[in-house]
C-alpha cells in the first residue's frame, strides 16, 4: 500500500483496528491473571549436584565397624617328624670256651659252678717287703684271679690290699704262677676264684 494512500484514509478503520486489538488484550489480561510464570534464576551449575552425589555414594564413616573384617588365621608351627625307633639288636650267644680262655662276657664259671677247682703246678711265693718289714706290716691281700681253660692266669684284680709294696709283690707272684684247669662234668672250664697271699713274721 502507497504510504500516502494509507495516509489518507478516515478515522473509521483506524478506531475499527484499535477497538480489535484492545479486546484482545482484555480478553488476554482476563485469562492470565490468575497464571503467574515464574521467572526465578535457576541454577545450573553441575559441580554442586556431582559433589552432592559422590558424597552420597561415599558410606558414611560411622559405618565402617559394621563391615566384616576378615581375620588371618595363624596356624601352628608344624610339628617335627619323630625320629625312626633304632631297632633292637639281638645279643651275640655266648660261645664255648677255646683252649686259650678268649671267651664272651660270662664264661668264667664262679667256685660253685665247677666240680674240681684249679690248683697250683708252680706256686710262686710273695716276697715281703723291706718297707712293709720296717713299718711292722702284718695282714692279707686278697686277689681276684681269672684262670683260663687251660690253666693260665688272664686277668688278676686288688680285692683288698696292704700297702707298703706288699700288693705289688702278690700281683707278682700269682701272675708267674701256674695253674691246673678247673673242671665241670670232667671238661676244663675258665674258672674266676679268688687267691689271698699273708704276709707275716717269721718268729
Known amino acids: 500500500m ?71 588365621r595363624i596356624l601352628p608351627p608344624p610339628l617335627p617328624k619323630p625320629l625312626p625307633k633304632p631297632e633292637p639288636q639281638a645279643a651275640p650267644a655266648p660261645g664255648p670256651a677255646g683252649p686259650s680262655g678268649d671267651a664272651e662276657t660270662g664264661v668264667y664259671k664262679s667256685i660253685a659252678q665247677v ?26 691281700v686278697i686277689l681276684q684271679v681269672d684262670i683260663d681253660a687251660t690253666g693260665a692266669v688272664k686277668k688278676v684284680d686288688l680285692i683288698q690290699g696292704l700297702g707298703y709294696g706288699c700288693d705289688e709283690s702278690a700281683l707278682a707272684a700269682v701272675q708267674q704262677s701256674t695253674f691246673t684247669p678247673a673242671l665241670a662234668g670232667g671238661e676244663p672250664v675258665p674258672v674266676r676264684l679268688r687267691i689271698p697271699y699273708r704276709f707275716k713274721f717269721d718268729y
Open 2 to 72: 502507497n504510504p500516502r494512500t494509507f495516509l489518507s484514509l478516515s478515522l473509521t478503520p483506524w478506531s475499527l483496528s484499535f477497538g480489535i486489538h484492545l479486546f484482545f488484550f482484555t480478553a488476554l489480561l482476563f485469562l492470565g491473571r490468575n497464571h503467574f510464570l515464574d521467572l526465578s534464576v535457576i541454577d545450573l551449575d553441575l559441580s554442586s549436584s556431582s559433589k552432592i552425589s559422590m558424597v552420597q555414594s561415599q558410606p558414611p564413616e560411622d559405618e565402617e565397624w559394621q563391615k566384616p573384617q576378615t581375620l588371618k
Open 115 to 140: 666240680s674240681q677247682l684249679p690248683h697250683f703246678i708252680n706256686q710262686v711265693k710273695a716276697q715281703y717287703p723291706e718297707a712293709a718289714k720296717h713299718a711292722n706290716i702284718e695282714g692279707v
